[in-house]
């Protein structure tokens, strides 16, 4: 009898997890909900903020990738050190006193060092592929963002915010005063 109320409790719960109906939707009564409809932001002005936002997300991505690649090498290095202070011990045994089992783990720490030095080669050369790519992309968007985003701030420095509407005359305004003058 408790099992199947249990199982009831935990199939009820299976069955309203992530329901609509069964979420609570709170919000902050001390913020008030923006609508997009509600923004003073003009289409132009959007694009050239979403142009901006993605390239900030690029140099983050690519920040986050160099420090992959530096995490890497430090343990690449790391590990050369760990094996080659191995090696030292052993070589640091006079050659009448190694066994068989001396000189073969001499010579798995060699080919072991060996591959780690290529690998990490290897993942220099890889990172100074990916920094010449990243700058042939930054070229190409440094062009694609000069021809795209100059128009439209010209654009929206030529059509006047509201701000600089209300702060300055009108026209009127000012073509009276310079006829008043006169």
Not at 5 to 29: H, I, N, Q
Not at 132 to 140: A, H, T, V
């Amino acid at each position: 009898m408790e099992m199947k109320k249990s199982f009831s409790d935990t199939e009820r719960a299976l069955r309203s997890y992530g329901a609509v109906s069964e979420t609570a939707w709170t919000t902050d009564k001390g913020h008030s909900d923006v609508s997009m409809a509600e923004s003073t932001m003009s289409p132009e002005e959007i694009e050239v903020e979403m142009a901006r936002i993605q390239r900030l997300r690029e140099v983050l991505v690519r920040r986050e990738s160099e420090l992959r690649f530096m995490m890497d090498d430090i343990q690449l290095c790391k590990d050369i050190m760990s094996l080659k202070q191995e090696l030292r011990q052993i070589v640091s045994v006079p050659e009448k006193e190694k066994n068989k089992k001396h000189k073969q783990r001499e010579e798995e720490l060699i080919l072991k060092i060996h591959k780690l030095v290529q690998k990490r080669d290897f993942l220099v050369d890889d990172a100074e592929v990916e920094r010449l790519r990243e700058k042939e992309e930054d070229k190409e968007m440094a062009e694609f963002l000069r021809l795209k985003l100059r128009p439209l701030e010209q654009k929206l420095k030529a059509t006047p915010s509201e701000s600089e509407l209300q702060n300055s005359p009108s026209e009127t305004e000012t073509s009276r005063t310079h006829t008043h003058k006169k």
